[in-house]
């Protein structure tokens, strides 16, 4: 069973840095793509960045140059480094993966497929001025 835990929110002053990371456990496929959204209230979900199994790394232009994902194999969990955050970085923020090849794995249109991706529970950003 695929589980995803994420860990490392919390409540920061803009311009501050946080570290997410996200545990996976029972995941086997060797081509993936992993990644991270955010939600914020009365706000759509959005893709903030992905991780594709060839390395490939991509992200949302809302968050180009101050986050960067990564992943540690040994650890097999996916971090998401945030800096310069911002209050509009303010959201729940989800882990997620599925089997998606690299070439599919985008902020702008990855979701975990249904019935074959998987989610976190969540963990809570929230940046103030």
């Known amino acids: 069973q695929v589980q995803l835990v994420e860990s490392g929110g919390g409540s920061v002053q803009a311009g501050g840095s946080l570290r997410l990371s996200c545990a996976a456990s029972?995941?086997?496929?060797?081509?993936?793509?992993m990644g991270w959204f955010r939600q914020a209230p009365g706000k759509e979900r959005e893709g903030v960045a992905t991780?594709?199994?060839?390395?490939?790394?991509n992200y949302a232009d809302s968050v180009k140059g101050r986050f960067t994902i990564s992943k540690a194999n040994d650890k097999n969990t996916l971090y998401l480094q945030m800096n310069e955050l911002k209050p509009e970085d303010t959201g729940m923020y989800y882990c997620?993966?599925?089997?998606?090849?690299?070439?599919?794995?985008?902020?702008?249109?990855?979701?975990?497929?249904?019935?074959?991706?998987?989610w976190g529970q969540g963990t809570q950003v929230t940046v103030s001025s």
């Open positions: 029972g995941y086997t496929y060797s081509s993936y793509c």
């Open positions: 991780f594709a199994s060839d390395g490939g790394t």
């Open positions: 997620a993966a599925d089997g998606s090849k690299w070439y599919d794995c985008y902020p702008r249109f990855w979701s975990p497929k249904r019935g074959s991706g998987y």
